[in-house]
């Protein structure tokens, strides 16, 4: 049985920035691709970011230039360093394991204020 449990998130300034974590338990591989998904009231979910086993990465747009995801398989868990926050990023973050279990995590709450 795979968890994925995400911390990190908070209420930030305009500006500001948070780094979430998500930290996997049970049998995940290292290989697997991990990503960063979002949902704001009333939107649907959105990918944020996408890292390979060999750290190869993807972003949505939007986020380009302001996050970086990165992953430590030794400590089985991946982060999303979220800087220059806007309040249009406020959303619940979901950490996702894209392999053959495509396990979720419960979110983390990221409020943006203006």
């Known amino acids: 049985q795979v968890q994925l449990v995400e911390s990190g998130g908070g209420l930030v300034q305009a500006g500001g920035s948070l780094r979430l974590s998500c930290a996997a338990s049970?049998?995940?591989?290292?290989?697997?691709?991990m990503a960063w998904y979002r949902q704001a009231p009333g939107k649907q979910r959105e990918v944020v970011a996408s890292?390979?086993?060999?750290?190869?990465?993807s972003y949505a747009d939007s986020v380009k230039g302001r996050f970086t995801i990165s992953r430590d398989n030794a400590k089985k868990t991946v982060y999303l360093q979220m800087n220059s926050l806007k309040p249009e990023d406020t959303a619940v973050y979901y950490c996702?394991?894209?392999?053959?279990?495509?396990?979720w995590g419960q979110g983390t709450q990221v409020t943006v204020s203006s």
């Open positions: 996702n394991d894209r392999g053959p279990g495509g396990y």
């Open positions: 890292i390979g086993g060999g750290g190869s990465t």
């Open positions: 049970g049998s995940i591989f290292s290989w697997n691709v």
